[in-house]
T-cell receptor, first 115, second 112 residues
Framework: DAGVIQSPRHEVTEMGQEVTLRCKPISGHDYLFWYRQTMMRGLELLIYFNNNVPIDDSGMPEDRFSAKMPNASFSTLKIQPSEPRDSAVYFC?????????????FGPGTRLTVL | SQQGEEDPQALSIQEGENATMNCSYKTSINNLQWYRQNSGRGLVHLILIRSNEREKHSGRLRVTLDTSKKSSSLLITASRAADTASYFCATDASGANSKLTFGKGITLSVRP
């Protein structure tokens, strides 16, 4: 398996622009997580899905952030409009809960810079 | 505040020495996991220990769990320069639907 795939790997945009981050989870995994990582705040859980349904979006910082999972193999995280404080590395992770083992598999991340 | 709090925040050791990292947490857990993150990469799962286990080994890794103290330790024996990375503990709180809560991480530097 190719693992969790994220695109783009790097994104540089200007304040006010729309940003869309993409994730393909590992086939057969039924949970998908979006995280944001910064030096100041560490790794923050933004939202997660189970079987394509959003379960908990309490970590989404503002209405400017939205996430969708239209099918089991694809998810997007959208920021509109983007702001400089959104600059961070965004990770997608997936897992399959089986036998009490729920280790998460992370993608390589998208490094977002908002100028 | 974070569920998992690691200490120390940074650790620098010589190649061949052992590295011990600690994690404390606040609520009841199903399991506790340790992850490694190399610079510029995503997190990689290292080891999982369930709440009814006290110690687990995997290669050069040894993890302990003390649920009475709500703490865990990760020991890396005979460290190598390639072990240089950030290490995170993550807790799976009971009934949390696979959600993990990560600590802020420990930066380990292994000097050749």
């Amino acid at each position: 398996d190719a693992g969790v795939i994220q695109s783009p790997r790097h994104e540089v945009t200007e304040m006010g622009q729309e940003v869309t981050l993409r994730c393909k989870p590992i086939s057969g995994h039924d949970y998908l997580f979006w995280y944001r990582q910064t030096m100041m705040r560490g790794l923050e859980l933004l939202i997660y899905f189970n079987n394509n349904v959003p379960i908990d979006d309490s970590g989404m910082p503002e209405d400017r952030f939205s996430a969708k999972m239209p099918n089991a193999s694809f998810s997007t995280l959208k920021i509109q409009p983007s702001e400089p404080r959104d600059s961070a590395v965004y990770f997608c992770a997936s897992t399959r809960t089986s036998g009490g083992h729920n280790e998460q598999f992370f993608g390589p991340g998208t490094r977002l810079t908002v100028l | 505040s974070q569920q998992g709090e690691e200490d120390p925040q940074a650790l620098s050791i010589q190649e061949g020495e052992n590295a011990t990292m600690n994690c404390s947490y606040k609520t009841s857990i199903n399991n506790l996991q340790w992850y490694r993150q190399n610079s510029g990469r995503g997190l990689v799962h290292l080891i999982l220990i369930r709440s009814n286990e006290r110690e687990k080994h995997s290669g050069r890794l040894r993890v302990t769990l003390d649920t009475s103290k709500k703490s865990s330790s990760l020991l890396i024996t005979a460290s190598r320069a390639a072990d240089t990375a950030s290490y995170f503990c993550a807790t799976d709180a009971s009934g949390a639907n696979s959600k993990l809560t990560f600590g802020k991480g420990i930066t380990l530097s292994v000097r050749p």
